[in-house]
């Protein structure tokens, strides 16, 4: 029977034009199956142009939504086949000229 997982990955960072990315590995120990998610807070996003890569595939859709000043969590689809065994990376690029701030990133899969 498969059940569910998780990994919490501090990923405090203000992106700006001299800091547009930030790259931070994680580990999963089973063999992930079927899609995941994964749940970003951000501030001061003004633009949906940024995207959220993991093991170097991007993301599909808007990865993070503008909003009005403040927190706000935002969950992005994840791909069959795209989370694997072992290290993984995700990596988010600010792709617009806005400036803005994440906190946390939580993935979740089922194994």
Known sequence: MARSDF???????????????????????GTP?????LLITAHNV????????????ELSGFDIAMHSSGWQTWMDRIPAGV???GTNSIM????????????DIVVHWRE
């Open 92 to 103: 988010v690029v600010r792709a617009a000229d806005d400036d803005f701030t994440t906190k």
């Open 83 to 85: 989370l694997q065994s």
């Open 33 to 37: 199956i079927d899609d995941g998610y």
């Open 46 to 57: 003004t633009h949906q142009d940024h995207q959220i890569f993991i093991n170097n595939q």
């Open 7 to 29: 990994n919490w990955i501090p990923f405090n960072h203000t992106f700006t034009e001299d800091a547009p990315q930030l790259t931070v590995e994680f580990p999963i120990e």
